[in-house]
Structure formats: C-alpha cells, structure tokens
Nanobody
Framework: QVQLVESGGGLVQAGGSLKLSCAAS????????MGWFRQGPGKEREFVAA????????YYADSVKGRFTISRDNAKNTVYLQMNRLEPEDTAVYYC?????????????????????WGQGTQVTVSS
C-alpha cells in the first residue's frame, strides 16, 4: 500500500502563489505517474496536472497551463505543485494521486480512475 499526504494549502489573495507538496510513504517503489486533481464547491473532481515516473513528461489542464508547475523528487518520494497567479476560480480541495501501472498515453494521466492511491486533500482558497 501507498499513503499520500498533502500539505501547503491555505488562504491567499488573487494573484498570489502557493506550493503544494504530496509526500508518499509505504510501497513507494510501486508508484509510476503522479498527479494533482481538484474539486471546487459544487463541482466534480477535475484534472489539474500530472507527471511521469521519471519527471520528463508533464500534462496540465488548459485552465492552469502557464500558471502551475508540477515536479517531483523521487529521492524524497514527493510531488509538488507550484501555483502562481492564483485566481478565485482555483479555489478547491486539491488531491494528490499516484498510479501503480505504467501510463501509455495522455488519456491515462487525465483519468482519475487510472490512479490507485489518493491523498485526503488540502484546501486552497483564493480571495478576490
């Protein structure tokens, strides 16, 4: 099993920045891709960003492209999400996810059901 714990959420004004972290523990050798998803008030969970096992492949939702950056440090078993120029629409609970199987195409990265492990989430609130 793999456990994921997110941190770094909080309240920030529009235009500000936050950096989320997700630390993995347990059978971390089994982790391949990792991703961030979010769920805003009254909305369904949506894809934010994802990164391949080695870190060379990244994907972003159009709504965050150019503002958010995903990265990972495999030596620390941690994935990060640097969020800049935050907007009120970014307000949501942010979830970290990890996959057990190799992802062969972009479709896998974007699909929540392809991730076998999830964190409890961290709240990000952006005030206008």
């Amino acid at each position: 099993q793999v456990q994921l714990v997110e941190s770094g959420g909080g309240l920030v004004q529009a235009g500000g920045s936050l950096k989320l972290s997700c630390a993995a523990s347990g059978r971390t050798f089994s982790i391949s891709a990792m991703g961030w998803f979010r769920q805003g008030p009254g909305k369904e969970r949506e894809f934010v960003a994802a990164i391949s096992r080695g870190g060379s492949i990244t994907y972003y939702a159009d709504s965050v492209k150019g503002r958010f950056t995903i990265s990972r440090d495999n030596a620390k078993n941690t994935v990060y999400l640097q969020m800049n120029r935050l907007e009120p629409e970014d307000t949501a609970v942010y979830y970290c996810a990890a996959a057990r199987n190799h992802f062969y195409s972009a479709y896998y990265y974007y699909t929540p059901a392809r991730y076998g492990y999830w964190g409890q989430g961290t709240q990000v609130t952006v005030s206008s």
